[in-house]
């Protein structure tokens, strides 16, 4: 007996039980597994058989069903955005017209009782995030109705599915009658818009809503995303990466809406002989990884050359997944590149038609990780960085770095080989050396887990603020270092962040002479957060000399020592007239040089935390000017040179200006002038506290 007669007998014997009993879904489950079964071994005879058999059953169910509940309604969602013109890798029809062509070999098999509506989104303006129509009311099923607005389907605007879903939910009555919405689409919603949040709303106000969701060539995250919709509502959700599974996925969506039961079918995807075999001559080009793979998904350049002629430069350079390019029939070298990789393959353009030409590059896919996180998320660009090094293949063949880019989750083509895959992050380094088959894709298993040091200090205790103008170190310990230990951090910021490995380390806090450490344990997942107290007081200078001389335009250099045996020496400077430094809690001295010569003043001040000091020293100096003077006034200019020795003869000042001037500690000096003819000399008595003048006269 053929499968058909069986068919047929099958659902005689059915249609007879059904006018007086209950429908008895098991017994349809078994058409349904009938049908794939007689769909795998007669073929097209079969589908003809079972459009026949399930009208004529689905009929008896509604008649019986009818009479009981409203007949079940359903809302078809079909994505209009611009990605429905992407493709399956694989196929050569758009992602719309593989839903399309499926849509119009099931709904003629379904119930005619059953009322069915077709929503559209996203396919009459660009750009629109209102873009939803209800292109089809939700009426007693009619084919035909349904098919006219998908064939003349263009889509071009953005994704507003979530309101599509609203919109095509608000339009079901809400009775006791079974009422689906089955979404097809391939991206998220690009609208901003939230559809876990409206699933949950949806179902809360109608519980027995079901919203099935069949998800064509959609990125792996999307997919991921989307799931939440299904999963809340009660409905099922396929993701579809293959055309031969949109039809199966689609007539199973129907069948659990309960449109009668559709079988599973194995809808053949539309013809593309018709895109690859006519038209005008060129090439169709597609690229896999290796033999027996996949196309590939991700754009390459492609560059064509003419055979022999590779010298003079590429005809025709596209950067696409699968692109068509035109070309008159002859020998051709295609070159495909992406990242590390680059293949070449020579072709023949036919005539009258195009010429499929699939690349294989020889290559495979590592997926590289993204930077390290401490467990929080973190904005602003990331300093995390990824190095690939190329093992060497034999002796004596050294490696080198073949790729360095930012940590960002990606996927980098490359070569056959041994690699070393490096991500560092500051001080964190993570490394894992990985092998790479042709046709192999694969992530290298980096640990990216780390801890957090969030630094800061404050000037003393109780200061209310951070610290500013601190320089934050991280060190770790290190034998071979000179002193011991290793810098692998450092921040200038006011609140530091440090992500690192697990380990010990020092952190070291510093602000001008001031430098205080802690030492931190630090855990994978772990967020320490550290106050160092850098114990400062505050240090006010000025000076002054007998006789209220004013001092804010004398060149003034002051110079801070520390006294403690085990910590002497300077620790502050400054040539500003009247300095405030804040050093740490002390004992120091304090030194004043007026002018670059003898006259200094110094004095000891021993200083507590958070305390406020002010110092004012009185240096014993005076203030010496020397001229020429000849006829009893002053001579400027002309070649001079001025030397002034102490009571011992030792030189204090030398100088070439005309009428220095300069401060000098109280005593008795020897002041000379040398001109070009002649020397003059005067011996000078200071005091503290002095001007004085002291003209050299020429006779």
């Known amino acids: 007996m053929s499968v058909g007669s069986s068919l047929s007998q099958f659902v005689l014997r059915y249609n007879r039980r059904a006018e007086s009993a209950e429908v008895n879904r098991e017994m349809l489950r078994g058409v349904s597994g009938m049908l794939r079964w007689g769909h795998r071994r ?5 589908l003809t058989a079972f459009a026949v058999a399930v009208a004529a059953m689905t009929a008896a169910v509604s008649q019986h069903a009818l009479a009981q509940t409203p007949p079940p309604r359903t809302q078809i969602i ?4 611009g990605s429905m013109w992407g493709k399956i890798p694989g196929d050569s029809a758009a992602k719309f ?74 339009v079901l009555p809400n009775d006791e009658g079974r009422a689906s919405l089955i979404l097809i689409h391939d991206d998220f919603d690009n609208c901003q818009a939230d559809p876990c949040q409206i699933a949950g709303e949806l179902h ?58 559709p079988p599973v079918l194995n809808v053949p995807a539309p013809r593309a002989a018709t895109r690859d075999m006519l038209g005008p001559p060129g090439l169709r080009l597609s690229a896999v990884l290796g033999e027996g793979n996949e196309p590939l998904a991700e754009p390459l350049t492609w560059r064509i050359f003419r055979e022999g002629q590779e010298a003079s430069g590429p005809i025709a350079e ?132 780390v801890g957090q040091i969030r630094a800061e200090a404050k000037d003393h205790l109780g200061a209310e603020d951070p610290a500013e103008g601190v320089l934050f170190f991280v060190q770790e310990d290190d034998p071979s270092a000179p002193d011991g230990r290793r810098e692998v951090a450092r921040s200038a910021a006011a609140q530091a962040q440090f992500a690192l490995p697990a380990g010990t380390y020092h952190l070291v806090a510093r602000k001008g002479p001031a430098e205080v450490r802690e030492v931190v344990a630090l855990r994978a997942g772990d967020d320490v957060a550290r106050t160092l107290d850098l114990k400062l007081a505050r240090l006010s200078l000025s000076a002054q000399l007998a006789g209220a001389t004013d001092l804010s335009a004398t060149d003034i250099t002051w110079r801070v020592v520390r006294l403690e045996d085990d910590e002497r020496g300077e620790v502050a400077r400054s040539v500003e007239a009247n300095p405030e430094l804040q050093l740490p809690a002390g004992k120091y001295r304090v030194e004043a040089r007026l002018g670059r010569l003898n006259a200094v003043a110094s004095r000891e ?11 004012t020293l009185r240096p014993d100096a005076a203030e010496l000017h020397l001229r020429l003077a000849h006829g009893g006034l002053p001579l400027s200019g002309g070649d001079v040179f001025w030397e002034i020795r102490d009571r011992a003869g030792q030189v204090v000042w030398r100088t070439m200006e005309s009428e220095p001037r300069a401060f000098l500690a109280p005593g008795r000096y020897i002041v000379r002038a040398e001109l070009r003819e002649r020397q003059l000399e005067q011996a000078v008595d200071l005091n503290s506290g002095d001007k004085r003048v002291v003209d050299l006269t020429l006779e």
């Open 605 to 615: 001040v021993t200083l507590t935390e958070g305390s406020t000091e002010h110092l």
């Open 318 to 449: 596209i950067t696409d997944v699968s692109p068509h390019v035109p070309l008159e029939p002859g020998k051709y070298v295609v070159e495909a590149s992406r990242d590390l990789v680059t293949a070449r393959q020579t072709v023949e353009v036919a005539e009258r038609r195009a010429t499929p030409v699939n690349v294989q590059l020889e290559a495979g896919i590592i997926q590289l990780p993204g930077k390290p996180s401490a467990g929080e998320s973190e904005e602003g660009p990331s300093a995390s960085v990824v190095s690939l090094v190329a093992e060497g293949e034999g002796a004596g063949e050294a490696s080198r770095v073949v790729w360095v880019g930012p940590a960002e989750a990606q996927e980098l083509l490359v070569p056959p080989g041994t690699y070393r895959v490096i991500l560092q992050d500051g001080a964190y380094r993570a490394e894992r050396s990985i092998v790479v088959p042709s046709g192999s894709r694969g992530a290298p298993p980096l640990a990216t887990g």
């Open 42 to 46: 007669a073929g097209n005879a079969v």
């Open 97 to 170: 017209v593989l839903a399309r062509e499926a849509l119009r070999q099931i709904l003629p098999a379904l119930d005619r009782t059953a009322e069915v509506g077709l929503v559209l989104f996203g396919h009459r303006r660009r750009g629109d995030c209102s873009d939803v129509e209800q292109a089809v009311s939700v009426r007693p099923l009619d084919p035909a109705r349904l098919l006219a607005p998908l064939d003349a389907l263009n889509p071009k605007g953005r994704g507003p599915l979530t309101l599509a879903m609203v919109a095509a939910a608000d």
């Open 78 to 81: 079909v994505d209009g955005s």
């Open 204 to 261: 809360r106000a109608r519980p027995n809503l079901a919203v099935h969701v069949v998800s064509i060539g959609a990125k792996p995250e999307d997919a991921e995303r989307m799931a939440c919709v299904p999963r809340i509502t009660g409905g099922r959700h396929f993701v579809v990466t293959d055309a031969s599974e949109v039809g199966p996925a689609i007539a199973e969506a129907l069948r659990l809406a309960t449109l009668a039961q």
